[in-house]
């Protein structure tokens, strides 16, 4: 018996186009709107509360606070854009011009901001400055990565292992800043160290929230004897695909369907009273979804 082969073909690279800069002039100011107010409330939150509580926070940010405190003539805005040129260069090769435009604009946005704002905030409470903070700067860096870019740092890396490995953004962040905090221990008090840790990872939750919003999805597997009636309702009311997977009980050994679906964050009580109306015994299991990439139910990458 002959094996079957494939036939290897080679992609067509003709077919490839380049990524533009901006799809549209209203793309382009919505762009430009997040990055500005992004970078401007990042640096309320560095230069209103980070610098005078002598807290720190990770990634470049906290590494140009470290170069700040230890030389405090140099300009923090200029030390965090001199750091992030190898990054530039890493997001050219890696992630695509756009990206890499954008990111500049961000950069130098950040940059203007970081120099120019100096909104004080009133708050006397260490813990709860930590936690606005925290709020604040994972708000701005959240606005300004659901534009086309970012505004350099540790954003370039994020999106690259959210493209490549699908790593969240969040997790990415936290990670990074976990070993920056090392840095940090040597040069602030153990005191100064540990409301850093609290900005970090509050701005990284932030930061997730922000980029996914309501639009995460949740995946849906349900097991019913009455699968048909289900999977009806949610193709009628609901308008989500379904997938029929056929299995079987591991204890009964009955052959079993297995409805399958994804549906919006916002969705799942609809989806949930629906099931419970026609089988209140359904087996029901939903998860959370990393990335889900379709034109009808997806969170298409912008970047």
Same mark, same amino acid.
């Given at each position: 018996?002959?094996?079957?082969?494939?036939?290897?073909?080679?992609?067509? !690279?003709?077919?490839?186009?380049?990524?533009?800069? /901006?799809?549209?002039?209203?793309?382009l !100011?919505?762009?430009?709107?997040?990055?500005?107010?992004?970078?401007?409330?990042?640096?309320? #939150?560095?230069?209103?509360?980070?610098?005078?509580?002598?807290? #720190?926070?990770?990634? %470049?940010?906290?590494?140009?606070?470290?170069?700040?405190?230890?030389?405090?003539? &140099?300009?923090?805005?200029?030390?965090?854009l001199?750091?992030?040129?190898?990054?530039?260069? &890493?997001?050219?090769? $890696?992630?695509g011009?756009?990206?890499f435009? /954008?990111?500049?604009?961000?950069? !130098?946005?950040?940059?203007? #901001? &970081?120099? @120019?704002?100096?909104?004080?905030?009133?708050i006397?409470?260490? %813990?709860?400055?930590?936690?606005?903070?925290?709020?604040?700067?994972? $708000?701005g860096?959240?606005?300004?990565?659901r534009?086309?870019?970012?505004?350099?740092?540790?954003?370039? =890396? $994020?999106?690259?292992? &959210?493209?490549?490995? @699908?790593?969240?953004?969040?997790?990415?962040?936290?990670?990074?800043?976990l070993?920056? !905090?090392?840095?940090?221990?040597?040069?602030?008090?153990?005191? #100064?160290? =540990?409301?850093?840790?609290?900005?970090?990872f509050?701005?990284?939750?932030?930061?997730?929230?922000?980029?996914?919003?309501?639009?995460?999805?949740?995946?849906?597997?349900?097991? @019913?004897?009455?699968?048909?009636?289900?999977?009806?309702?949610? =193709?009628?009311?609901?308008?989500?695909?379904v997938?029929?997977?056929?299995?079987?009980?591991?204890?009964?050994?009955?052959?079993?369907?297995?409805? /399958?679906?994804?549906?919006?964050?916002m969705?799942?009580?609809?989806?949930?009273?629906?099931?419970?109306?026609?089988?209140?015994?359904?087996?029901?299991? %939903?998860?959370?979804t990393l990335?889900?990439?379709?034109?009808?139910?997806?969170?298409?990458?912008?970047?």
């Amino acid at each position: 018996m002959e094996a079957n082969t494939i036939p290897q073909t080679k992609p067509d !690279l003709s077919q490839c186009r380049v990524q533009p800069v /901006y799809t549209t002039p209203q793309r382009l !100011l919505l762009d430009l709107v997040q990055i500005f107010f992004g970078s401007a409330l990042c640096a309320i #939150a560095v230069n209103g509360i980070l610098i005078p509580k002598n807290f #720190a926070t990770g990634g %470049i940010t906290g590494l140009s606070l470290v170069i700040h405190n230890s030389i405090p003539f &140099l300009n923090l805005g200029w030390i965090y854009l001199l750091i992030n040129i190898p990054l530039f260069l &890493l997001a050219w090769m $890696s992630i695509g011009r756009r990206f890499f435009v /954008y990111s500049i604009v961000g950069a !130098l946005t950040f940059t203007l #901001a &970081l120099t @120019s704002i100096h909104y004080p905030v009133q708050i006397e409470d260490k %813990i709860l400055a930590a936690l606005l903070a925290g709020l604040i700067y994972g $708000s701005g860096a959240g606005i300004a990565l659901r534009s086309s870019g970012s505004q350099g740092g540790l954003d370039i =890396l $994020s999106v690259m292992l &959210l493209r490549r490995f @699908s790593i969240s953004l969040g997790n990415t962040v936290l990670t990074v800043n976990l070993m920056v !905090l090392l840095l940090i221990a040597l040069f602030y008090s153990l005191d #100064a160290l =540990l409301y850093t840790l609290i900005v970090i990872f509050v701005s990284s939750k932030v930061t997730s929230i922000v980029v996914t919003g309501l639009s995460q999805r949740k995946a849906v597997f349900v097991i @019913s004897p009455h699968w048909e009636a289900i999977s009806r309702e949610i =193709l009628k009311d609901i308008r989500r695909g379904v997938t029929v997977i056929e299995g079987r009980g591991g204890f009964s050994g009955r052959e079993e369907h297995i409805l /399958y679906t994804v549906v919006p964050l916002m969705e799942i009580g609809q989806m949930k009273n629906l099931i419970r109306a026609i089988d209140p015994d359904a087996f029901v299991v %939903i998860s959370n979804t990393l990335e889900v990439m379709n034109n009808r139910i997806g969170n298409q990458p912008h970047w």
